[in-house]
């Protein structure tokens, strides 16, 4: 019987190690750091529902959250004029316009901190293209856009018909939106 040489059991080794798998990766995207200048009142609402979310949902969701329903929201609105070429319907002049139409309470204009929020991947390139729209249509910042976002999850989770226990992860957050809206 022969003995292997170290060579063999580290070439051995090295074709039976876990080579890397094609597809979705092992572990979760990580989340990138986005700065936004917000105002207190506006910490306390993402501290505010953050709290309230159940399920696999956290203080950490709210940001994606707040920019999924933006762009789920933004997608509407450009499908309801989608006959014109236009991105927006005549009467909306400036980003007030947009929380008026919403029903959204005008945020505070003043105390704006800059402030870090974390997003997802998918979140981070919604939140650009919304900046972008708005950018373009109102000379509107990446604050404003989530200022935005923000408002609209803060009317929704007041909403009276809101189902928070049905909305548990953010697909079924998603899915329950876009049912909503589009």
Do not use: C
């Not at 972008?132 to 509107?140: M, P």
Request: net charge positive.
């Amino acid at each position: 019987m022969s003995k292997r040489t170290p060579r063999e059991e580290s070439t051995l080794t090295a074709l039976l190690r876990e080579k890397p798998k094609r597809g979705r990766p092992r572990r979760a995207v990580s989340r990138q750091t986005v700065y936004v200048a917000l105002t207190p009142e506006q910490k306390r609402v993402m501290r505010e529902i953050g709290e309230t979310l159940e399920g696999d949902l956290g203080r950490a969701d709210v940001a994606d959250m707040a920019i999924m329903l933006l762009s789920i929201r933004l997608e509407a609105l450009r499908q309801a004029v989608s006959d014109r070429d236009r991105e927006m319907p005549e009467g909306i002049t400036a980003l007030d316009s947009l929380y008026l139409l919403w029903d959204v309470p005008l945020p505070p204009k003043k105390d704006a901190e800059w402030t870090s929020i974390r997003l997802s991947p998918q979140q981070l390139i919604q939140l650009g293209r919304a900046k972008g729209v708005l950018e373009a249509l109102f000379n509107a910042n990446r604050s404003d856009a989530f200022a935005l976002g923000l408002g609209l999850l803060h009317t929704l989770f007041h909403s009276a018909h809101f189902p928070l226990h049905q909305t548990t992860s953010l697909p079924l957050f998603e899915a329950y939106v876009t049912r909503i809206y589009l």
